[in-house]
């Protein structure tokens, strides 16, 4: 997949400081996945969920929400947000 603003969230999580090698990690993956649908997302993360037009992915244990538009068509993965679980409940993100 290619990953459009890896950039940002590269920064997003060293803002965090807490999860940059899993985000690392997470890159490392969906760069090299070829996902076509959810199911295939759920085939290497079973706890990604589709809410409204993004898909959720938990990371560091469930204490972060990354936020991605996944454009399965063309294989591209568009970085949203990276919120703690906290910032995700509030929903604000939603209004965005």
Same mark, same amino acid.
């Not at 990953?3 to 920064?11: D, F, G, P, Q, Y």
């Not at 965090?16 to 295939?40: F, M, N």
């Given at each position: 997949?290619?990953?459009?603003?890896?950039? !940002?969230? +590269? /920064?997003?999580?060293?803002? !965090?400081? #807490?999860?940059?090698?899993?985000?690392?990690?997470?890159? /490392?993956?969906?760069?090299?996945? !070829?996902? !076509? &649908?959810?199911?295939?997302? /759920?085939?290497?993360?079973?706890?990604?969920?589709?809410?409204?037009?993004?898909?959720?992915?938990? &990371?560091?244990?469930?204490?972060?929400?990354?936020?991605?538009?996944?454009?399965?068509?063309?294989? /591209?993965?568009?970085? +949203?947000?990276?919120?703690?679980?906290?910032?995700? #409940?509030?929903?604000?993100? +939603? +209004?965005?």
């Amino acid at each position: 997949m290619r990953i459009i603003a890896e950039s !940002r969230l +590269k /920064r997003m999580a060293e803002g !965090r400081g #807490d999860c940059i090698d899993q985000v690392a990690a997470w890159i /490392r993956i969906a760069r090299t996945a !070829r996902w !076509r &649908s959810l199911t295939e997302v /759920r085939g290497t993360y079973p706890h990604a969920d589709p809410v409204g037009d993004v898909t959720v992915f938990n &990371s560091k244990g469930n204490d972060y929400r990354l936020l991605v538009g996944m454009d399965y068509q063309w294989g /591209r993965v568009y970085v +949203k947000h990276l919120l703690t679980h906290a910032e995700y #409940d509030k929903g604000e993100w +939603k +209004k965005q």
